[in-house]
């Protein structure tokens, strides 16, 4: 069983910073993604980052150049910086470990929300 836990969400107002950690344990693969997600009121959850142990990175085009996905092999630590944030931001965020070359191994966090003023 793999556990994550996700911690950085809050309240922020436009133009403003926030920091996401999520830290995974358990039976982890050497080779896996990590990633977060979010989901909107009314809204179905969407890809928002994703880093592969590698390093290979994947982000939704409506965040390209004002998040940025890291990670911490050694800690199975994922950390999502979020700059510039946007009332379009406001949403519950959940970290997502997926094993690979098994994607059937998928474990998510709990969720953080994340909420932006304008």
């Known amino acids: 069983q793999v556990q994550l836990v996700e911690s950085g969400g809050g309240l922020v107002q436009a133009g403003g910073s926030l920091r996401l950690s999520c830290a995974a344990s358990?039976?982890?693969?050497?080779?896996?993604?990590m990633g977060w997600y979010r989901q909107a009121p009314g809204k179905e959850r969407e890809l928002v980052a994703s880093?592969?142990?590698?390093?290979?990175?994947n982000y939704a085009d409506s965040v390209k150049g004002r998040f940025t996905i890291s990670r911490d092999n050694a800690k199975n630590t994922v950390y999502l910086q979020m700059n510039s944030l946007k009332y379009e931001d406001t949403a519950v965020y959940y970290c997502q470990i997926r094993m690979l070359p098994t994607p059937s191994l998928t474990y998510w966090g709990q969720g953080t929300q994340v909420t932006v003023s304008s």
């Open positions: 358990g039976i982890i693969f050497r080779l896996n993604a």
């Open positions: 880093i592969i142990t590698d390093g290979s990175t």
